[in-house]
């Protein structure tokens, strides 16, 4: 964009030498010049550059490169001098371009506002697709929301335009597809303010979630930081047939790896099997990645991909990639840290669930583990869609198993939704039948967005506290994450398992080895479903739901935010770093057990607030529960001897001085890349997060907000602390990488205990501390 010439100057101004220079070398690339999408025809695709800097990596390191390495380690910002060590080093890099979801966009160019920067220095765009609520169906769905969410979309829209951020509007679809269908491709680097970002290695993209704070970092011109990763391979041979599907894939790989067994690593896969998973496919398995912890995951380029980039219209790339089709791809002989293998020709359909994504059934297991379990058999509701499955493949092998049962005088026995992932998927499946199919076995059409995959689900079938199941083709089940019910059993398989099991309407039906019965008494069994990879005929675009920035800049331009808003509220500055040690911080809840960051900050109606951070505050660690009377949301506020909420007790701490602390268990913030997680504790007079294990966004998004996620030495040390106990955090005045900080802790008998505590700050991440965050300190540089 033009826009971004004309803002170099001005940043180069504002924060020194060290700016972001653009990546623009492609366009003196001999070869060609190829844009990075048809919105941005002056940014180009830079393998030239890519590949100088893999060169300089490979002959520094003297070993042959994993995929993932050669794409990160392409995009250093110092190829020549970075400190390379897998696990260990933090890396800063130049990301190529930023995207971000409505919910989490308002918080980040609210950031992007008080950064004082004029516009951003690399393509970066806006997607609204969360703050839509299933409730009645797809049209006037997305016509109440636009109402009531006019206010937020009226901000982002003008805010989009004004510093050079493109707007894609309610009604486009959700983040991912569009990002698949219009930015990434192979050896592209973008990070995305939404946890399921590594949707983008189907398309051999390293492709990031991150929180705001981050996001607002590479808008700035800023290399952006990460610890460099471990590379797990993932050993895929035979092929995918039948039942089985891509989905299966990512369910098995969460079986084996768990909940956290992906952290701080990238997961590639490699090897024969690859080639027989449509790119479509290759997205879902990446998506779901985020599900083990992934830092994310990526696929080697190969012909079903460049079949994807010619059918959405990037010919040109495709062909380009062609040409650098070695540097796109693993070295021979490259090693991982740890390996997992795959036979796709032995891999089963899977279902995951209930309660986390990690719980891993054959669907043959599945009907005696949940009689075993007392898990409800009959299946509520079955939906598909999300940004997991809601590919052009993926509707049609729903439609498939849809028709048979048609065909043979069978409806849907449980309710059956269908969200399609972007407008050019809801008009090619219109345009091609499919809903229509889907429709008539009882489907429901929703708007092309997130919907009751993040909790925007209008649910009125059951009565919240009723026991339940639903199946889904989403990648998270929390409790209570999809309909806010914590009785509510989620399941999540693929799109034609679930298809089949809305239409059985039992849990315990396997569509390998079962029967249905027909309308007239006969028994029929489902045959494996099959459909096309992309539509013979080109993608229908459906309506055009893009706003460009102006040509012109929006340096004349207005974003306001008006003080009465319930909605939207500008920031003010964290507080510094006082000098001294973290004296008698009031531990505010010891938490038990698995704590995601929908535990920390809901989602679902919540989500009207994620511009406004006081308003959004008051749902801070609502959904965790305390270890002390294994309540929710109910904490002695220990000034008075009262119990209340924990957002009401963290609000009287900070009102009479009191800061506190959080404890928590392992993997503590799992889940969404949401940083308002990490704002809210900020917000309410917290300063430090003490756990067992961190998940990576999390913490990252705790440190930039000017917080301590400090973890146990020995992690039994959890045990000694009580409800009620102060903890002082000693050594802050020698801060630095790599050595441990000690905590003081006084029982209320008078007693004391004393251990160390973990960190991973680098330097420059204790610099964000003792500035109060990563933005004031982003100022002090300006």
């Known amino acids: 964009m033009a826009t971004y010439c004309l803002t170099v100057a001005r940043l180069q101004l504002a924060l020194g030498q060290g700016v972001r220079r653009l990546h623009v070398s492609a366009a003196f690339n001999a070869k060609a010049k190829v844009s990075m999408s048809r919105f941005e025809p002056s940014n180009y695709v830079s393998y030239e550059k890519l590949n100088e800097n893999v060169n300089i990596v490979r002959k520094r390191l003297n070993r042959p490169l994993t995929l993932s390495e050669k794409i990160v380690y392409g995009h250093l910002d110092d190829p020549v001098g970075q400190d390379i060590a897998r696990g260990h080093t933090y890396l800063r890099l130049r990301p190529d371009r930023v ?61 989009g335009a004004k510093y050079g951020v493109g707007f894609w509007k309610p009604g486009s679809g959700i983040i991912h597809q569009i990002i698949l269908e219009n930015y990434a491709y192979p050896g592209v680097l973008l990070i995305g303010t939404d946890s399921h970002t590594p949707n983008g290695g189907g398309l051999g993209s390293i492709c990031i979630g991150v929180g705001g704070a981050d996001a607002v970092d590479v808008m700035a011109g800023i290399p952006w930081e990460l610890k460099c990763p471990k590379v797990i391979g993932v050993k895929l041979t035979g092929k995918l047939s039948g039942w089985t599907s891509p989905k299966d894939v990512i369910l098995k790989v969460a079986g084996i790896l768990t909940v956290k067994g992906g952290t701080g690593a990238i997961v590639e896969y490699h090897g024969p099997g690859v080639d027989s998973i449509s790119c479509t496919g290759m997205a879902t398995i990446c998506n779901m990645g985020a599900e083990i912890g992934a830092t994310t995951s990526v696929f080697p380029y190969n012909h079903r991909m460049k079949t994807y980039l010619e059918k959405t219209g990037r010919g040109d790339i495709a062909a380009l990639a062609d040409d650098y089709a070695d540097l796109l791809v693993p070295d021979p002989g490259c090693e991982y840290d740890s390996i997992v293998e795959i036979n796709l020709d032995e891999l089963k359909p899977h279902i995951n669930g209930p309660f986390t994504p990690d719980l891993a059934h054959p669907m043959a297991d599945i009907g005696a583990t949940a009689a075993k379990n007392g898990w409800p058999l009959e299946v509520k509701v079955g939906l598909i869609g999300s940004c997991t499955n809601s590919s052009y493949e993926d509707m049609g092998r729903s439609a498939s198993v849809a028709k048979q049962a048609l065909d043979k005088g069978l409806k849907c026995k449980a309710a059956f939704t269908i969200t399609p992932g972007s407008e050019q998927i809801r008009a090619t499946i219109e345009r091609d039948g499919y ?80 029967y249905l019965t027909a309308a007239n008494g006969e028994k029929f069994k489902l045959e494996p479903p099959s459909a096309d990879e992309l539509p013979k005929l080109d993608f229908d675009p459906g309506q055009d739901t893009y706003q460009h920035p102006p040509a012109e800049g929006g340096s004349k331009l207005r974003v306001d935010v008006s003080p009465t808003s319930t909605r939207l509220q500008l920031l003010e500055p964290f507080d510094k770093w006082a000098g001294g040690d973290l004296e008698d911080l009031q531990v505010l809840i010891k938490v038990k057990g698995k704590c995601t960051t929908d535990h920390i900050s809901a989602a679902g109606p919540w989500l009207k607030f994620r511009g406004h951070l006081d308003n959004i505050s008051n749902n801070m660690l609502i959904g965790a529960v305390n270890i002390e009377n294994d309540g929710i949301n109910k904490i002695k506020n220990q000034l008075t001897g009262e119990y209340g909420g924990v957002p009401d007790v963290a609000r009287h701490y900070k009102a009479n001085g009191l800061s506190w602390v959080v404890v928590g268990d392992d993997n503590y913030g799992e889940g969404s890349s949401r940083e308002h997680a990490a704002l809210e504790p900020r917000h309410l007079g917290g300063r430090c997060i003490i756990v067992k294990s961190f998940a990576r966004i999390h913490e990252t998004n705790l440190k930039k907000q000017g917080m301590l996620p400090l973890t146990f030495q020995i992690p039994a040390d959890y045990d000694k602390i009580r409800p009620d106990d102060k903890i002082s955090i000693k050594g802050l005045a020698n801060f630095t990488p790599g050595k441990p900080l000690s905590a003081v802790v006084k029982h209320s008998d008078g007693s004391k205990d004393d251990f160390q505590l973990n960190h991973t700050f680098n330097e420059t991440q204790i610099e964000w501390f003792q500035a109060g965050s990563a933005l004031n300190r982003m100022k002090e540089l300006q």
């Not at 006037?140 to 805010?159: G, M, T």
């Not at 059951?462 to 889904?472: L, P, R, S």
């Open 99 to 159: 995207a971000m979801q409505d919910a989490t966009a308002q918080m980040a160019m609210l950031q992007f506002i008080s950064s004082g920067l004029p516009c951003v220095a690399v393509p970066s765009t806006i997607h609204c697709d969360h703050l839509i609520e299933a409730q009645i169906g797809g049209a006037k769905d997305l016509a109440r929301a636009k109402d009531i969410n006019a206010e937020v979309y009226n901000f982002l829209a003008s805010a």
């Open 435 to 514: 809903s229509k199919i889907l429709g008539d076995v009882g489907g429901m059409v929703l708007a092309n967005a997130c919907g009751p995959c993040i909790g925007q689900w209008d649910r009125r079938d059951v009565k919240k506290g009723e026991k339940n199941t639903i199946v889904t083709s989403y990648n998270r089940n929390f409790t209570a994450r999809n309909d806010a019910n914590p009785a509510t059993h989620a399941f999540v398989a693929s799109p034609e398992i679930v298809t089949a099991l809305a239409i059985a309407g039992t849990l315990d039906f396997n569509p390998e080895v079962d």
